[in-house]
């Protein structure tokens, strides 16, 4: 069954003290796999896609990583306003649709 | 607008009362998915369409969830005789490409559906 599982559940720092966030998949086959940030009240919101293993993508404090078992987002320097749910997606090859399959997410807070 | 818009934005209902969702996705794109989302969970896939056609329908939980995009621009999804569990936020996203793409999908922000 295809699978996406996010780790930690939840994750507290301190301003400045940077981290990681783990998303592992197991699927049939990976057409690309996606981080996406959400607010409270809000939709997701899209970070980055990832295609193949040994990518990397960067975004101001965020970077994105792809292996071919899982993907890390690192956050260097997180600020307050970086507070948030972190959550990953991915995307299948094949079929007739390229829905997302999600993570359960990763609340992160920030403390100043 | 510039992004996927949701209405309501919050909805109450009776249990065994039919529910209709709104979803006005980007311009031009041509595909647009809807999710569900439980509290403290990520999104769940319902259903896809593409234009006018509704090419997945995997993801529906029952046969009292009905989706339709006539236009292939706006799309409504119908919950007929609501239960206590179909309380939930639900999503709609869109994106540029048909199925064939990769392309990222932008997310409405949600009806949140509370059945009483």
């Known amino acids: 069954e295809d699978q996406v599982t996010q780790s930690p559940e939840a994750l507290r720092l301190q301003e400045g003290e940077s981290s990681s966030l783990n998303c592992s998949y197991t699927?049939?086959?990976?057409?690309?796999l996606f981080w996406y940030r959400q607010d409270p009240g809000k939709g997701p919101e899209f970070l980055f896609t990832?295609?193949?293993a040994g990518e990397e993508k960067e975004k101001e404090r965020l970077k994105a990583t792809l292996t071919k078992k899982e993907s890390f987002l690192h956050i260097t320097a997180p600020k307050p306003e970086d507070s948030a749910t972190y959550l990953c997606a991915a995307q299948l090859k094949g079929g007739a649709t390229n829905k997302l399959i999600f993570g359960t997410g990763t609340l992160l807070a920030v403390q100043p | 607008g510039a992004g996927v818009s949701q209405s309501p934005r919050y909805k109450v209902a009776k249990r065994g009362q039919d529910v209709a969702l709104r979803c006005d996705p980007i311009s031009g794109h041509v595909s647009l998915f809807w999710y569900q989302q439980a509290l403290g969970q990520g999104p769940e896939f319902l259903t896809y369409f593409q234009n006018e056609a509704q090419l997945d329908k995997s993801g529906l939980p029952s046969d009292r969830f009905f989706a339709e995009r006539p236009e292939g621009s706006v799309s409504t999804l119908k919950i007929q005789r609501t239960q206590q569990e179909d309380s939930a936020v639900y999503l709609c996203a869109s994106s540029l490409e048909g199925f064939m793409g990769s392309q990222p999908q932008h997310f409405g922000d949600g009806t949140r559906l509370s059945i009483l």
């Open positions: 699927v049939s086959g990976l057409r690309g």
């Open positions: 990832l295609y193949s």
